[in-house]
């Protein structure tokens, strides 16, 4: 089957430093994206990762390490702008000209004054 | 440019009625996706199209019919849907072999919101 855990809910104060954690079970790995959704609007890419390691991109970064399952989004410097849920996708599979997304539950992430 | 446009932004509509939602992305993606959005849950693919051939239908309900007319236009007909049926639906679109595998980011639309009375 395919699992992936996030925790529902984070809070976080404006200019401090938030994690986001993710685990994944999925049969097929082929890298892991982390997208942001505002309330009633589209995901938007944030990041990607198919080697372990860290991937950084301004105030975002992310890690990956495959014999753990495990991955995670670092944001630094938050901004009220970044109260959002945050989705983590694995990439299961990826044949003929396509691939597939399966999506975690995401993570509402609050940031306050 | 990675715009994604979806049309209408909101529709309300009754269970007997027929309407389409269109897609529209001009990065010369030929993969194209119909995903599915219940408030506080993650998308959920239905359909995948791949240079405008149907590769995945995720055992989606015969009432959700896609159809790729070419490769820059994804449409979703809904006829006799249920009140169930009422959520975001998302389009997204993919560089799909042309990417050379590495990443291939998929890129969303902003969404049509539905509401089935």
């Known amino acids: 089957g395919q699992n992936i855990d996030q925790p529902t809910e984070m809070t976080a104060t404006e200019g401090a430093i938030v994690q986001i954690n993710c685990t994944y079970q999925t049969s097929g790995f082929n890298g892991l994206f982390w997208y942001q959704q505002h309330a009633g609007e589209a995901p938007t890419f944030l990041s990607y990762n198919v080697l372990d390691g860290l991937e950084e991109k301004g105030r975002f970064s992310s890690f990956l390490s495959r014999s753990k399952g495990y991955s995670y989004l670092l944001l630094k410097e938050l901004q009220m702008k970044d109260s959002a849920s945050y989705l983590c996708a694995v990439r299961v599979g990826f044949s003929g000209g396509y691939n597939k997304l399966i999506f975690g539950a995401g993570t509402r992430l609050a940031v306050h004054p | 440019d990675t715009e994604v446009t979806q049309t209408p932004k909101h529709l309300v509509m009754g269970m007997t009625n027929k309407k389409s939602l269109k897609c529209e992305q001009h990065?010369?993606?030929?993969?194209m996706y119909w995903y599915k959005q219940k408030a506080k849950k993650p998308p959920e693919l239905m359909f995948v199209y791949s240079y405008e051939k149907l590769s995945i239908n995720e055992s989606v309900p015969s009432r959700f019919s896609p159809e790729c007319p070419n490769s820059s236009l994804l449409n979703l007909h809904l006829h006799a849907l249920q009140p169930e049926d009422s959520a975001l639906y998302l389009c997204?679109?993919?560089?799909?072999?042309?990417?050379?595998?590495?990443?291939?980011?998929?890129?969303f639309g902003p969404g049509t919101r539905l509401t089935v009375l």
């Open positions: 997204a679109s993919s560089k799909g072999a042309l990417s050379g595998r590495r990443t291939d980011t998929q890129y």
């Open positions: 990065m010369g993606h030929r993969a």
